[in-house]
């Protein structure tokens, strides 16, 4: 089993910035892919932003140029800086973990982010 436990989630104003991070413990596999989706009422889960543990990101449209994604592989924890905050980025931000073994993907409690306008 793979735990996720997340922090930095919070309120923010329009415009300013949050660092989010998720540390994974348990049965990490060396080759896996970490990243964060959101969620607000109402809406489906959206891929937010996603990195492999060899460094190949993917973001969504609305997260380019403004969130960036890393990871530190030794503490198996992924980070999400997120700059230019709008509140259309208003959502639970939830931790991903799956590992290239193709089993089911793990999930962190989620974190809410707020941003007031």
């Known amino acids: 089993q793979v735990q996720l436990v997340e922090s930095g989630g919070g309120l923010v104003q329009a415009g300013g910035s949050l660092r989010l991070s998720c540390a994974a413990s348990g049965s990490i596999f060396r080759f896996n892919t970490m990243g964060w989706y959101r969620q607000a009422p109402g809406k489906q889960r959206d891929l937010v932003a996603k990195?492999?543990?060899?460094?190949?990101?993917n973001y969504a449209d609305s997260a380019k140029g403004r969130f960036t994604i890393s990871r530190d592989n030794a503490k198996n924890t992924v980070y999400l800086q997120m700059n230019s905050l709008k509140p259309e980025d208003t959502a639970v931000y939830y931790c991903n973990y799956v590992d290239h073994m193709g089993e089911n993907p793990y999930w962190g409690q989620g974190t809410q982010v707020t941003v007031s306008s």
């Open positions: 990195m492999t543990n060899s460094g190949s990101t």
